[in-house]
């Protein structure tokens, strides 16, 4: 019996070290979020949170934007995107802002998309 308690504690440190925490922001990278408040219906659509390129082709806040007024029905608002130094500030910094729109919006739409 000995030897399966110790099989599996390994097993379990092993699977804990292995969890990767959130990635940090190399040279010049940022992570970012993106969200559309659409005042007309009371909703607030979001994005995940994603690395960014330094200089996009196409602003990422347009480029959300014309996201969700494609994949979703009747859609009126401006998209915006910020932008922070790791993950975990992005992620932070989403979680409180869907806390404030809690009075102001009737329903959140995770739409996963990743910039």
């Avoid at 408040?37 to 949170?49: E, G, I, K, L, M």
């Avoid at 082709?57 to 979703?72: G, K, Q």
């Amino acid at each position: 019996m000995r030897p399966r308690l110790l099989v599996l504690c390994a097993l379990a440190a092993t699977t804990l070290s292995a969890a990767a925490p959130p990635a940090r922001s190399q040279q010049g990278d940022a992570f970012m979020y993106c969200e559309l408040r659409d005042a007309v219906h009371s909703v607030a659509y979001f994005s995940t949170v994603f690395r960014a390129l330094p200089e996009p082709s196409v602003p990422y806040a347009d480029r959300f934007h014309d996201f969700v007024f494609r994949a979703y029905n009747k859609v009126y608002g401006t998209a915006k995107c910020v932008s922070f130094e790791n993950s975990y500030k992005a992620e932070d910094a989403k979680d409180r802002t869907r806390f404030r729109y809690r009075g102001l919006f009737n329903k959140f739409i995770e739409t996963g998309w990743r910039g």
